[in-house]
């Protein structure tokens, strides 16, 4: 069974650009979530789909960020505008419902 | 507001055993897991932890302590290998996991 998968694994923007990062669940999986880890800090929750549909996205730090799950398959997570305290380690994680979360490799972004 | 607590490092002996300890305080209290992150990859699955007591799975166990809000991770028999950051994650039902800042572990010869 395939993991979770995410592109890119690393990407370098500069300031004001705009980041798509993509996450691919593993297959079967309803629940997907995007968490984010900044340096030094904890992972941190941004937010959660059960299909296609949003089920808390309490976590989104603000309106730079779009989340979305079209078909309840893949996910993608734009920031548009990018800002400095946007870098850190995007990770993607899908699971069945009450079960164990498995996390994908994560995304490294680097604003400059 | 939600707080788990985890030491920020730690260093063993190949060979040696090693508990790394997780304090949590949280708004709703479904299960505890434990995930292993070598750096630049994917945090893992360990263990998951929902009645007190003591999982036990190979080298690795772990405990809970739901009124103390307490767990710990024991890795036995620490193998090089075993060197990662080790996360305690809180799950509070159909929400998403709440983390520890991670315990990296090293080990060393």
């Known amino acids: 069974e395939a993991g979770v998968t995410q592109f890119p694994s690393h990407s370098v923007i500069e300031k004001g650009q705009t980041v798509t990062l993509r996450c691919d669940p593993i297959?079967?999986?309803?629940?997907l979530y995007w968490y984010r880890r900044v340096m030094g800090k904890e992972i941190k929750f941004l937010l959660h789909?059960?299909?296609?549909?949003?089920?808390?996205e309490s976590g989104m730090p603000n309106n730079r960020f779009l989340a979305e799950r079209t078909g309840g398959t893949y996910s993608t997570l734009k920031v548009q505008p990018a800002e400095l305290e946007d870098s850190g380690v995007y990770f993607c994680?899908?699971?069945?419902?009450?079960?164990?979360?498995?996390f994908g490799p994560g995304t490294r972004l680097t604003v400059t | 507001g939600q707080n788990i607590d985890q030491p920020t490092e730690m260093t063993a002996t190949e060979g040696a055993i090693v508990q790394i300890n997780c304090t949590y305080q949280?708004?709703?209290?479904?299960?505890l897991f434990w995930y292993q992150q070598h750096a630049g990859e994917a945090p893992t699955f360990l263990s998951y932890?929902?009645?007190?007591g003591l999982e036990e799975k190979g080298r690795f166990s772990s405990f809970l302590s739901r009124s103390k809000g307490y767990s710990y991770l024991l890795l036995k028999e620490l193998q090089m290998k075993d060197s990662a950051s080790y996360l305690c994650?809180?799950?509070?039902?159909?929400?998403?996991?709440?983390f520890g800042k991670g315990t990296r572990l090293s080990v060393i010869a």
């Open positions: 994680a899908s699971s069945h419902p009450r079960t164990e979360q498995y």
């Open positions: 994650a809180v799950n509070r039902g159909n929400t998403p996991l709440v």
């Open positions: 297959s079967g999986h309803d629940n």
């Open positions: 949280t708004s709703g209290f479904n299960g």
């Open positions: 932890n929902v009645l007190d």
């Open positions: 789909f059960v299909k296609e549909s949003k089920q808390d």
